[in-house]
């Protein structure tokens, strides 16, 4: 009776991912607590990493495309003086050079530099796919091959503090777009530092309009479990993709949308704030029913969510 109350969890949930868990450990452990294997997560986390992870349950997958092209942000430590094949504590020393002078100064002044459009090359140890096979793979079989270059953002980037130890390190605040390698964002100002860098702690803030401070860890969620509140942690789709302009649908509007077929847009409250939007949520009164285009004087509906 417990396995069909909770497996009809549905909706997007922020978890705290922890260190040493995979994505995927994380997303096998919401299988176990929700009972079902339709879960999904909208964008990795490195396993030495940990922070906000946003999982998609039942027919929320649908939507993860949309939550997956979120801006992030980060607060990474950064450690001078060596650098690592992965970009991080957890890969093989491929430089090291002194780097007991380097100063606070020094760090803020090379930062500037990687604000803005820039260009990376994905880490080796990465899930980039190349040729059809991810880098990860190729790298563990020693596979040698030039990986093309991603432009991504990095909107700020902001020295939080440098701790003139040695080795030196410095506490970085990473926003950025998604694709964004902040492994690899290190090992690069560590390079233009003269000296290497590796990332040897991160944690991700923010995906989206998602918060650490607002995320659940696995045993918060397992209490709500053990009490069939597991939903009470979950966000609905409508609320998830509360950035994309709304329609309140009238009845006969709601079951043309639930068969696919176009409304008008002049048939809608409000339609001349909808010229122009790239998606827009049709809902009624219960939720969220599917997911439509402006096309041609039309809401054109390109994803139905409702049975």
């Keep these: 009776m417990e396995e069909r109350a909770t497996s009809s969890v549905e909706g997007v949930l922020n978890v705290c991912k922890p260190v040493g868990m995979t994505s995927h450990d994380v997303v096998d452990a919401a299988r176990r607590l929700a009972h079902t294997r339709r879960v999904g997560h909208t964008g990795t986390l490195d396993p030495g990493a940990t922070g906000v992870l946003v999982l998609v349950f039942n027919r929320a997958t649908r939507i993860a495309e949309f939550l997956a092209d979120a801006d992030k942000e980060y607060r990474v430590e950064v450690t001078f003086g060596k650098s690592t094949d992965s970009g991080d504590a957890y890969g093989r020393t491929v430089r090291e ?59 700020q980037l902001t020295l939080l503090d440098f701790v003139a130890t040695s080795p030196p390190s410095a506490m970085l605040h990473v926003a950025c777009s998604k694709g964004t390698y902040v492994r690899r964002l290190c090992s690069d100002l560590g390079d233009v530092l003269g000296c290497g860098a590796f990332a040897s702690f991160m944690v991700r803030t923010r995906v989206g309009r998602y918060h650490l401070a607002e995320s659940a860890t696995l045993e918060e969620l397992q209490a709500l479990a053990d009490t069939a ?75 139905v969510l409702r049975d």
């Design 97 to 155: 050079a002194p780097a007991d002078t380097l100063t606070g100064e020094q760090v803020a002044a090379a930062l500037p530099q990687f604000v803005g459009e820039i260009a990376q090359v994905p880490p080796l140890a990465s899930a980039v796919h190349v040729g059809g096979r991810r880098l990860y793979e190729l790298a563990r079989e020693g596979v040698t091959i030039e990986v093309p270059p991603r432009h991504v953002w990095i909107y």
């Design 229 to 303: 509140r597991l939903e009470e942690a979950l966000l609905s789709m409508d609320e998830a993709l509360a950035d994309l302009p709304a329609v309140d649908l009238q009845p006969p509007q709601r079951q043309a949308a639930m068969r696919g077929q176009p409304i008008p847009l002049f048939r809608v409250a409000r339609w001349q704030q909808l010229v122009g939007a790239p998606v827009v949520r049709l809902r009624d009164a219960t939720g969220l029913v599917a997911l439509a285009r402006v096309e041609e004087g039309l809401l054109r509906p390109f994803k």
